[in-house]
Structure formats: C-alpha cells, structure tokens
C-alpha cells in the first residue's frame, strides 16, 4: 500500500532522511520510533503530500504522492498530527464533519454515507458526548480524540498517526491504539510515530528504528527492540524483556552509572531473577548469568545486559562444557546472588560459591547464604563486596 524508495530530504543544508527504503503492506500497523530529531514526523509528512522529498518517490497504492492532488491524497491519506489547534471555534460534530471534505464538491451538502461516517467515528473515539461542544472548551486529550475521530471519518485505507497518545491518558492510550489494531485487521494500512516502546511493540507487526534519518533496522518488534540497537538510536543502556501480562516486549531505561569494577554472578530463572540482573546492571556492576533455560524471561534480558550468559536446553540434562563454562564464571565473580528457583547442577554451583547471597522468598536457599530482601535490593548492593561484612 505503501512504498518509501530512495527517500531524501533536506531542510537547508541538514539532511534530515538519508535514502530511507521500506514497504508497509496493506492491513499492515507499522510503529516508527526513535529519537526527537530522527525524522519520524517528516517521514509521515512525506507520506500525505505536506513535504516532496528532495530525492525518491513515495507511492501510495502505487500512485506517486507528489502527482497526486489534494483531494486525490485526500481519499488515499488520512493523518493525525501532533497539532489539535484549529482555526476557529467549531463544535466537535463540524470538525469530524471536515474528514468527508475529500469525498464531495466543495458546496455539496452532507449526504446518508457522510453523516453515518461521522457517527461512526465519534463513536469509535469515545467523543460523541462533546459533539455540540466548542472544540475550544475541550482538554488537550479530548482534542486528540477529535482528530482521530476527523481522520476516521475521511475513511482512507491509509492512516498516518504522528504521537497519538501523547496527550492521552492510560485509558485512551490503550483504546486509541487498540482501535487502530482493529482498523490494521480490517484490512487497513497504519503507520503512527510512537514514542513508547513497550506501547508499540504490543500492537504493532512491524517496527521501523530511526536514526539520524535512515532506518537502523525495521522487522518485528522481537528483532528490532534489542539492547544494543536501543543504545545506539537513543544513548542509552535498555534492559528488554517480557511483560508477564502481554507477553510483547517490555523496554526499561537504565541509568549511565560508571562500571565500578565488581562482577557479580546470577543464579536462577523468572522473572526475578530478570529484575536483579537489570538492578545490578544499573548499579554499575558487571553480570554474568548462568545455567538458565533457553527462552527463559531472565536469558532474554541478560542477553542483552550480561558480560556472559550461559544457557541449557529446557528440561534437558546441562552438559559438561557448558556446567564448566558456568563455573569459571562462578569462581571468577565477586559474589553469586540466587534471584530465583534452581536445582540440579545450579545448586551445586550455589553451593561452591563465596560469598553468596539469596533473594527473600526463593524456596530452599542455601544455609549459607544471606537473605536480601528484593524490595530494598538496590539500598543493600554495598553488601556485594569481595569482602562482605555478613549481616547481625
């Protein structure tokens, strides 16, 4: 439906998309993401006719943008920006009226189809309460709703979304993109600028990652929100892994605390084990990991934070090599810390360990481990010191 080929452009002397190639299909969600400044809003911009690229072509059901007219864009594109200020005082019902403009002669009036659009759309939004109010005596989030409802009503088979959650709180965040998960099922082509990650990769296909104006990586949300791609688009450390509730990806910042030279061994799989290696890693503490199940939440995470990860087939027997790896890294540690449930082989390594401490609640810790309780974990990392004072 869409195709991005060879796209440049320049405001100035500053090239702001440097040969940016990629195709979104028809019932296709895409998400760009990125950086303030990588060039997602003059992506879209280039997509519904506001800016001509300097170099390529953008086609839209394989017709060239820039010979389309505003009304022949118009029927392809419908686009909600990030401005919800309009230039006169209108009731909600005429501007939603606005998104039919393409479909009838400018003094044509408002026929059956036109009026249902309108009715749908404020429906879809939840905005068919504020219909006879002024536009002017509505929140910022309310306006948002409107112009997403103004776009739905044009009834495009592209939609454009610059940020349409930013001014939205928690509960139109979800239903906002949730509609547009539903208009991408129906067949549908949607492509929204989205500035939360774990947001976008829970109801998008695909993920396109900006970077100073050319695609870093686009794919699905599992191949393209890594930890290393994030710190290169964005400068700064990211520990990914698994919301427990979708199941999508979940992105957390982590602070740029300086490495202060302690390496610190993790023991134990789930979601626990997950958070502390993301704790020690923020706290500035070198990681290694190991034996987890391949798939486990904490071996996404640690594959993208740890110095050194080792993991096993689930529910297999750990092999002699990857036991001996896990064993150096052990010895080679300053402390081992058993973030969660472990057995077999990963006990025994518990047990050659100096000195070592358990998480609060993990079932059959070792005797000889001190208990950290994981709520006030971060308030107790002087205790992973080489030489630790055990606790009275």
């Known amino acids: 439906m869409i195709e991005f080929d060879g796209v440049g452009v320049d405001f100035g002397d500053v090239t702001v998309l ?3 190639d990629l195709p979104v299909g028809s019932g296709e969600f895409l998400a760009l993401v990125g ?3 990588a ?9 519904n006719g506001l800016l001509l690229p300097d170099r390529g072509v953008v086609r839209v059901d394989d017709r ?3 010979d389309c007219s505003a009304r022949e864009i118009g029927r392809l594109v419908a686009t909600v920006s990030q401005e919800t200020s309009v230039a006169f005082e209108f009731d909600v019902a005429d501007i939603v009226a606005m998104g039919r403009t393409p479909h009838r002669s400018r003094f044509e009036p408002a026929d059956d189809a036109d009026r249902a659009a309108v009715e749908a759309a404020l429906e879809q939004t939840d905005t068919a309460r504020f219909a006879d109010r002024s536009i002017e005596e509505l929140s910022g989030g309310e306006r948002q709703r409107v112009i997403v409802a103004r776009a ?11 940020e349409p959650t930013a001014s939205l709180d928690i509960n139109h965040q979800i239903r906002t993109l949730s509609l547009a998960r539903t208009l991408a099922n129906d067949g549908r082509t949607v492509v929204a600028a989205i500035h939360d990650l774990e947001l976008a990769a829970r109801f998008c296909d695909r993920i396109a990652l900006l970077s100073d104006g050319t695609i870093l990586a686009e794919g699905s949300p599992e191949t393209v929100l890594t930890s290393e791609r994030l710190e290169s688009a964005f400068g700064v450390r990211t520990a990914v892994s698994t919301n427990p509730i979708t199941g999508t990806h979940a992105v957390t910042p982590l602070s740029d605390e300086p490495p202060n030279g302690m390496c610190v061994h993790v023991l134990g799989s789930g979601e626990s084990a997950a958070r502390t290696i993301g704790r020690l890693v923020d706290a500035g503490i070198s990681v290694t990991v190991g034996v987890l199940p391949e798939g486990d939440v904490a071996a996404v995470t640690a594959r993208g934070l740890a110095r050194e990860v080792v993991t096993a087939p689930a529910f297999e027997p750990i092999s002699a090599d990857r036991l001996a790896t896990a064993e150096s890294l052990v010895t080679a540690a300053d402390a081992t810390i058993v973030a969660g449930p472990i057995d077999g082989s990963n006990e025994r390594l518990a047990r050659t360990s100096e000195p070592l401490f358990v998480l609060e609640g993990v079932s059959n810790p070792p005797a000889e481990a001190h208990v950290i309780a994981e709520h006030d974990f971060h308030q107790r990392i002087e205790l992973l010191s080489p030489d630790p004072t055990p606790p009275q």
């Open 39 to 47: 060039g997602k809003t003059t992506l879209l911009g280039t997509c």
């Open 64 to 66: 060239n943008v820039a």
């Open 35 to 37: 950086p303030n400044g």
């Open 152 to 162: 739905l009503a044009q009834e495009t088979p592209v939609l454009l979304l610059d």
């Open 18 to 20: 440097d040969d940016v």
